[in-house]
Structures are given as C-alpha cells and as structure tokens.
C-alpha cells in the first residue's frame, strides 16, 4: 500500500511490478490480482442488482476502477434499457497507446443485438479521465 499509494494503485500495478515487492512472490502476488478480479466480478454479476444509470457520474462511477487500469486506449458502450439499468458493458475497440479508431456501425452492433434501448459510449484517455457520451 505504501508504495501504490491506494487499492487503485495495486489495480493499476503488473503482475510483475507487485513480485517486485518485498514479501510479494509470484504467489501472493497472483492472490492479490485475482482477490480485485473477484471483487470486480462480484460487483457486476447479480442482473436483479442491476445499477441505474441516473447521471454521467453514474457512469463514470461504474467504469472508473477498470478503466484506470489501462494500459492504452479503449472504448466501451454501456448498454440500457428502457429505465436506464446496465445490461452489458462491452468493449468495442482496444487501440494503441495513444489512440483509438472506430466505426460508428460498431458502437450499435451490441445494443441492437441486445436490444438496448439506450448506450453511453466510455473512453478512456492515457490521462486517467474518461469522455462519456450518451445516446438517445
């Protein structure tokens, strides 16, 4: 904790980065990666728990912790439905360090093929901010 400053920090950090640590082997270093991926997993299993999106902070909220992690440019949508509850938040395009090119066909592909009502589109800059679109 002391050297990653908070939880975010470890999420941030290789697999590598953490071994590199006094005490952390390969072992625990690995339970420590997955015991965040368990925690993430578990925030985003229930579908009866599904969050509603009320506001861009919402949003923002509900994809800051994994986005901050990144290591190069991704857009995801995060697809609704008519009350504005999450269905699904996909990835769309993964692109280099330091830009992302995408299709606007590929931004509906998903919510069409769940029948979303509604998509916010999540980008992440290498800046650790995120631009937050949303449609309709």
Request: glycine content about 6%; proline content about 2%; aromatic content about 4%.
């Amino acid at each position: 904790m002391h050297k990653f400053g908070q939880l975010s920090g470890i999420h941030r950090a290789t697999f590598d980065e953490l071994c590199e640590q006094h005490g952390i082997g390969k072992a625990k270093a690995a339970q420590i990666k997955a015991a965040l991926e368990l925690g993430n997993r578990l925030r985003l299993e229930s579908p009866y728990e599904r969050v509603t999106i009320n506001c861009p902070a919402d949003a923002a909220a509900l994809v800051a912790h994994d986005m901050s992690a990144l290591e190069q440019e991704h857009l995801k949508v995060i697809l609704l439905d008519t009350r504005n509850r999450v269905i699904e938040i996909v990835e769309v395009y993964k692109g280099s360090v330091n830009s992302s090119q995408v299709h606007v066909g590929e931004l509906f592909k998903a919510a069409i093929r769940r029948n979303a009502t509604a998509l916010i589109v999540v980008h992440n800059h290498r800046t650790q901010r995120s631009t937050i679109l949303k449609y309709p």
